[in-house]
């Protein structure tokens, strides 16, 4: 599809860039690099059916290639699609699995999936999305690929300054955008640009850092990044950024093959802005993006956390207990948390958390219902393979039947009696199935059939 630009766009980076500007604009009418990442959280996590012969340099996880969305690989949170230059975001960021990071516009996941993968399942990553919609579509997406530590928000940055005042250890703010540097990834964008839209999103982008200020405790990382070319929203921000916050500095991010220096002309002309770094799809093999790491002064404030009631009763514990010793070798009781009639692995249980609007927190292991406990499909996406009493293996058939809501009937009596079992496909457990008299009746849930 050719990408139609406009008059003013152009005229804007002729006058930025030259000559140059001509190779930007022939380099947005090229197809866009397809690229995707395996998710180390899970058992076996190469075992994937897409090669692995073109690996991103610098991501340990990265790979060229396109993915089916239908494939097993991706329903069972094994792979996930992302540009390969937005890959370099979290690298650059550097989690730790002792960490309290904040992903604070975090839809649709690409970045939290990625920062969650280098956590092993330890430390704190909060995840944000102010709109609605997305933050269903970013708690998804947490939940296919396993992840046990992540608290979903859907809050405007102002709500956490109220309760989360340097908190964080690490805050990535990968800002919404002009959205250039993905015009030829999604050719419609270009009908809402405009040079008044640049300025709206560069003024929008100053409150959001302002916030993401107040949220990082002393000695904190802040990786910024956006998808667009524009100076605006850009070097001329965190130029402003630096001289508001002059605790805040700049640290140089390693530059692989294509990228480049962020461009001080640009932005008041601040030498430190060369620290930073830029993608631009005639030199890169991605698409346009703009990242910088910074770090702030001081000695990390202590952090005194109260943790919240958990809600749960006596006869909760015995259900899930009863549960577990028929259908499972291991069973932890930690960080428990009961809301409404949902069991929760929380992934916190600070009290400052209470008020906001939480889509997700931790991994949900099930439901109470009449005199028993449900479980729910994430914990089975979270599971290991070898703390289930019982896996079992899906032909092609059976699994194609399966996602369509058909159950799976059995022909012999199989040699386990337990009712609740892992299902799997290619060695990949996706979902639980509900075993009964040589039959294996589908609980996979309707949002997700095919």
Known sequence: MKVDLSQDFKTKYRNLMGDRADKLFAAIQEDSQEAFRLNPLKANFQNVSYSLERPIEYSPIGYYGEINGNSIDHLSGYVYSQEPSAMYVTEILDPQENNKILDLCAAPGSKTTYIASKMASQGLLVSNEINAKRAKVLSSNIERMGITNTIVTNNSPKDFEKKLGQYFDKILVDAPCSGEGMFRKDPDSVQYWSLDY??????????????????????????YSTCTFSPEENEQNIDWFLDKYPDMHLVLVKKYAGMEDGRPEWGNNNSELTKALRMFPDQFNGEGHFMCKMVKDGEP???????????????????????????????????????????????????????????????????????????????ILAIKPDELNTVFELDQTQFEKYLHGESVILTSKPDFDNKWIGLAYQDKLFSWGRYSNQQIKNVYPKGLRR
């Open 301 to 379: 404030a202590a952090i005194k956390e109260r943790q919240i009631n958990n809600g749960i009763k006596k006869d909760d514990t015995k259900f899930v207990q009863k549960f577990a010793k028929a259908n499972l070798k291991t069973l932890s009781e930690n960080n428990w948390l009961k809301i409404n009639d949902f069991l929760y692995q929380a992934a916190s249980l600070d009290s400052r958390f209470k008020g906001l609007h939480i889509l997700r927190n931790g991994l949900k292991l099930g439901e109470f219902k009449k005199n028993r406990f449900e479980p729910d499909i994430a914990w």
């Open 198 to 223: 640049v300025e709206q999103c560069a003024n929008r982008q100053r409150h959001i850092l302002d916030s993401a200020y107040k949220l990082l405790n002393n000695g904190g990382t802040f990786v």
